[in-house]
T-cell receptor, first 109, second 116 residues
Framework: AQRVTQPEKLLSVFKGAPVELKCNYSYSGSPELFWYVQYSRQRLQLLLRHISRESIKGFTADLNKGETSFHLKKPFAQEEDSAMYYCALYRDSSYKLIFGSGTRLLVRP | GAVVSQHPSWVICKSGTSVKIECRSLDFQATTMFWYRQFPKQSLMLMATSNEGSKATYEQGVEKDKFLINHASLTLSTLTVTSAHPEDSSFYIC????????????FGQGTRLTVV
């Protein structure tokens, strides 16, 4: 069955430190993966999707089919990056999203 | 990005009553809308998918008679929680997308329902 796993509930780093938010998936076929972000008191919004292969706000994510991972990385964390991050994938051709349980990133000054 | 608005942002209702939550796309036509439920510190769970003018498609385990979904226009979908009970208390989130399945879905701000 399709599944998205985010093993860390909370990740705390200091400003300027590198960040890696882990995401592993289970999917038969070619998955389409996303990272969504939810800042405090704001709605969920798309951060990036793997097919775009772009960097948003300094974040990148590479699909590793061998490890079935789509980890989100940023070389130097900023305080404004503090938020809830959700990894997600399309369940199937219906394009319905399956979300991981989320990781709260806390960037300390 | 496009804006999706939910109303109300929070609601408290008595057990046994029904409550309606609205989801509106403000600046685009939402061909498809999704309703999610989120328990504290847990992930978003898809409840149902609605297409304008069609009956909603419910996920396994979601009671269609309990959670009535109407998508009467391209800018409005409603979720009605009927005969609400305390276990229905949760955070309900809608999202909407325009056009093809791969189009980006935009999320509402969510509605916190508390049943007392």
């Amino acid at each position: 069955a399709q599944r998205v796993t985010q093993p860390e509930k909370l990740l705390s780093v200091f400003k300027g430190a590198p960040v890696e938010l882990k995401c592993n998936y289970s999917y038969s076929g070619s998955p389409e993966l996303f990272w969504y972000v939810q800042y405090s008191r704001q709605r969920l919004q798309l951060l990036l999707r793997h097919i775009s292969r772009e960097s948003i706000k300094g974040f990148t994510a590479d699909l590793n089919k061998g490890e079935t991972s789509f980890h989100l990385k940023k070389p130097f964390a900023q305080e404004e990056d503090s938020a809830m991050y959700y990894c997600a994938l399309y369940r199937d051709s219906s394009y319905k999203l399956i979300f991981g349980s989320g990781t709260r990133l806390l960037v300390r000054p | 990005g496009a804006v999706v608005s939910q109303h109300p942002s929070w609601v408290i209702c008595k057990s046994g009553t029904s409550v309606k939550i609205e989801c509106r796309s403000l600046d685009f036509q939402a061909t498809t809308m999704f309703w999610y439920r989120q328990f504290p510190k847990q992930s978003l769970m898809l409840m149902a998918t609605s297409n304008e003018g069609s009956k909603a498609t419910y996920e396994q385990g979601v009671e269609k008679d309990k959670f009535l979904i109407n998508h009467a226009s391209l800018t409005l979908s409603t979720l009605t929680v009927t005969s609400a009970h305390p276990e229905d208390s949760s955070f309900y989130i809608c999202s909407a997308r325009e056009g093809t399945g791969m189009a980006e879905a935009f999320f509402g701000q969510g509605t916190r329902l508390t049943v007392v």
